[in-house]
T-cell receptor, first 110, second 119 residues
């Protein structure tokens, strides 16, 4: 069975400091990994996906199959980054289901 | 584009009654919709996958007779919580996949959620 773990429920960093939100997963096959973000009073939206290897809003995430991790990083946090972040896994060759981690609430202190 | 709405946004019902939650794709046709449940300060838990014109596929541990899902059209899926109990109180979120945007798993758009409180 698939499982996504985000060990930190709350994370606070100062503006301009680096930030890393941890995500570990367990899945026997080759999953697709994503980061979703939910800003205050807004709906869940896609931030980035591992396949694209892109940088969105300064965030990057590298899939480490050896460590089964997909940590989200940003070198310089901004106040507008304060939000709830969810790591999500989608098993390969399935009906597009997402399995979410418990989420990390990021607060960037001005 | 790609907007998903839910109705109602909040509902309070008495224990033992049934309540229906609607999920609509406003500007696209969604062949597949998903229903999630979110407990306070916890993650979204996938409940079921709803396919237009066929029976929903429920995740392990989700009671299909309690959480009835109907996906009668390409723009509407409904979740009916039958004989609701206080422990059913939760935040229910739907998402819809837009097949015309490539149909990949990440082309999935989330509704704003429905807060259900059972008294």
């Amino acid at each position: 069975a698939q499982r996504v773990t985000q060990p930190e429920k709350l994370l606070s960093v100062f503006k301009g400091a680096p930030v890393e939100l941890k995500c570990n997963y367990s899945y026997s096959g080759s999953p697709e990994l994503f980061w979703y973000v939910q800003y205050s009073r807004q709906r869940l939206q896609l931030l980035l996906r591992h396949i694209s290897r892109e940088s969105i809003k300064g965030f990057t995430a590298d899939l480490n199959k050896g460590e089964t991790s997909f940590h989200l990083k940003k070198p310089f946090a901004q106040e507008e980054d304060s939000a709830m972040y969810y790591c999500a896994l989608s098993p390969a060759n399935t009906g597009n289901q997402f399995y979410f981690g418990t989420g990390t609430s990021l607060t960037v202190i001005p | 584009g790609a907007v998903v709405s839910q109705h109602p946004s909040r509902v309070i019902c008495k224990s033992g009654t049934s309540v229906k939650i609607e999920c609509r794709s406003l500007d696209f046709q969604a062949t597949t919709m998903f229903w999630y449940r979110q407990f306070p300060k916890q993650s979204l838990m996938l409940m079921a996958t709803s396919n237009e014109g066929s029976k929903a596929t429920y995740e392990q541990g989700v009671e299909k007779d309690k959480f009835l899902i109907n996906h009668a059209s390409l723009t509407l899926s409904t979740l009916t919580v039958t004989s609701a109990h206080p422990e059913d109180s939760s935040f229910y979120i739907c998402s819809a996949r837009d097949p015309l945007r490539g149909g990949r798993v990440y082309e999935q758009y989330f509704g704003p959620g429905t807060r259900l409180t059972v008294t």
